[in-house]
């Protein structure tokens, strides 16, 4: 059984949100840089764009588009000039842990690198025990709260993993506090099962047989409706290739989508592996090889780029930008929230980080964070565009170009969401 993405209750009848900047981020042949309109105009119905041009061209638009018996149900919102964006796309985030891990950051401080606090039991494993003490309503209150950090600095799709649980049922519990969030907010979630995040205590020793627990556990959860897609930590404080593939397999086998946490610590052939199984992304990658960056390019497999985790481990082994560049591998942008890395809320932080610290253009990192994040999530034809024909989510920014989005840093510029068509309130 596949579960639809949630998406909201559509609004009824037609909106005519007027006044604004837009960067349509549309790469329809023929679009300006940014799909850059300085004085545009949206039509939607329901939770859908029917029409995006210039203001001048918009009663034409309405006249062409609209029943006339239908023109009395036209709502209108001026934005007064604010600047219109795709709604930002989370792509890779882990919302959903009990605890914190605010005394790991003091010992990393005081020297300790995350691999020997991983190694010595903790990282992870730390997060696992509070996640295991949380309730289900528990999870979903404190993910909840996150995912509304998120909304209001922009992000109107986002992608959740489960890894904190490590046992069937706490996974599961994880997993369906994921679905609960984007049906709580009425948002598109893409709900990630990540149990080959890192070994349980009660497997310890015997990593083999935990991948052959959760080559047995994908098809339960998956007939309950709880994945969209599974994913894996190949690291060596993490799971080989091999055992990696096993995982894959079993995914392949129910039709799932498989995406990889690749060469973010060392090169371990994650992502060749991950694009052999035509992967929606691998992500980290900073340490990344040529023969990885050629499969990646031949399978379509995004680059998920996660500069709060390079920057919050004090990585300095950059990910190959340039060279995914010139093989034309999609970059995206997103957060990695989690406890122990990257405990950010702020997509719009990570524009600015992933230009100051990997050298994106501006443009690159707001393609990341929209039509290339969508693209990693398999929802590239609806969502992460302003167009006609995609989903009505968009943000709403007070900025004067959109490549100030990436040249503020820790500036909430973010004016609203709207999501599904109508404006988003939480
Ligand atoms: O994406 N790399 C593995 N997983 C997370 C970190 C998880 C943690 O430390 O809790 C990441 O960076
Ligand atoms: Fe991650």
Redesign the pocket.
Known sequence: MTHAPSTPTPSTGWHWWRHAKLATMSDEPGSPAWGWCPQGDLLTHGDRIVWVGASEQAEAALQAHLPADERNLLGSTDLHGLLVTPGLIDA?T?LVYGGLRANEFEMRLKGATYEEIARAGGGIRSTVTATRAATEDELVASALGRARTLVADGVTTMEI?SGYGLSFEHEARCLRAARRVGDTLGLTVRVTGLAAHALPPEFDGRADAYIDAICDWLPRWHADGLLDAVDGFCENIGFSAAQMERVFRAAQALGLPVKL?AEQLSDQGGAALAARFNALSA??LEYLSDAGIAAMAAAGTVAML?PG?YYYLRETKLPPIAALRAAGVPMAIAT?H?PGT?PTLSLSLMLNMACTLFRLTPEEALAGATRHAATALGLGASHGQLRAGFRADFALWEVGHPNELAYRFGDRACRGTVIGGRRFSS
């Open positions: 890779h882990h993993k946490h992500d980290h996660l985790a990695d989690n990257s």
